[in-house]
């Protein structure tokens, strides 16, 4: 089947994340676009992402992504930030439908956000390392961009923690050097932060704009998706369902935990060594 050829309206959207993070996604993506299937996929198996090389997440999300295209996918959501800084131009190469990342629709909407000009990014070591967002707002004049990797926050919220005072001590200390460059404007460069923006809107106060790359990416997918055709404008009974590469009972007790009835239907999945080669082209 070429999915080039097959790209129906009635295939559901595939969603990847390292792990719970972009749950925030899916459920954003829900929310504005509620007729669609989904098949989620978090490698929470080898999660966190975010302590990993560069080369090593590229070589895991394509496996998940490979994954997705298989069960006949739209388009496919990166929803996790150190991901989309690793593979993003190899999957729009690898595969023919259309991907949306976390980083693009949020470095775009940012620059919209602030008033002083000064955005500050809280994301993995990874997406730090690799200056994605830097990148992706050189282009805009007069922004001066803060970038600061909160490794544990990921940690937390996989543990279904998001709140108490370890948290709040620990984000105290990685929002610090975010308030002493003044920034106004703060990007949730990491899917599964938005899941702490009631934390960091209270270490931060009212003054400072969190944009989350979860609902940007949301909002993104919803206009390619429109563009291409492939939306759907009829109410109908989507379909939902969840694959970890974990343990489907966990997955789904954090779910409940974290989502409440969000979450359901999961089951467990290995992520197989790609078949193909890196550069070819995937197809269902
Ligand atoms: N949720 C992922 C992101 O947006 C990363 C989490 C991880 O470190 O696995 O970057």
Redesign the pocket.
């Given at each position: 089947m070429d999915l080039a050829e097959d790209e129906s309206v009635d295939a559901p959207i595939g969603i990847f994340?390292?792990?719970?993070?972009?749950l925030t996604v899916a459920r954003a993506a829900v929310d504005l676009m509620p007729n669609e299937d989904i098949v989620y996929l978090g490698?929470t198996d080898r999660?966190?992402?975010?302590?990993?090389t560069i080369a090593q997440v590229r070589e895991y999300a394509l496996q998940c992504l490979d994954r997705l295209v298989a069960h006949g996918v739209k388009a496919l959501l990166i929803?996790?930030?150190?991901?989309?800084?690793a593979v993003l131009r190899d999957a729009r190469e690898r595969y023919e439908v259309p991907v949306i990342d976390?980083i693009t629709p949020a470095a775009r909407r940012a620059p919209l956000a602030t008033r002083n000009g000064r955005i500050g990014v809280i994301?993995?070591?990874?997406?730090a390392r690799s200056r994605s967002y830097d990148d992706a707002l050189a282009a805009v004049p007069g922004i001066t961009l803060t970038t600061q990797a909160c490794?544990r926050f990921?940690d937390f919220v996989?543990n279904g923690v998001t709140s108490g005072p370890e948290l709040e001590q620990v984000a105290r200390e990685y929002l610090a050097p975010i308030q002493e460059a003044g920034c106004d404007t703060l990007i949730l460069?990491?899917?599964?932060?938005p899941l702490l923006a009631g934390l960091v809107s209270y270490v931060l106060g009212d003054g400072v704009t969190l944009i989350s790359?979860?609902e940007e990416c949301a909002r993104a997918s919803y206009s390619t998706l429109r563009r291409e055709g492939i939306l759907h404008t009829e109410a109908r009974e989507p379909s939902r369902y969840f694959l970890t590469t974990g343990n489907a009972e966990r997955f789904e007790r954090l779910g409940r935990r974290l989502m409440e009835g969000f979450v359901h239907d999961v089951h467990s999945v290995g992520v197989a060594e790609s078949p193909l080669g890196d550069h070819a082209v995937v197809r269902g």
């Open positions: 994340d390292s792990g719970f993070g972009g490698d999660a966190p992402y975010g302590e990993k929803a996790c930030n150190t991901a989309s800084s976390v994301c993995t070591e990874a997406t490794p990921v996989e460069g990491c899917t599964h932060y790359s979860s």
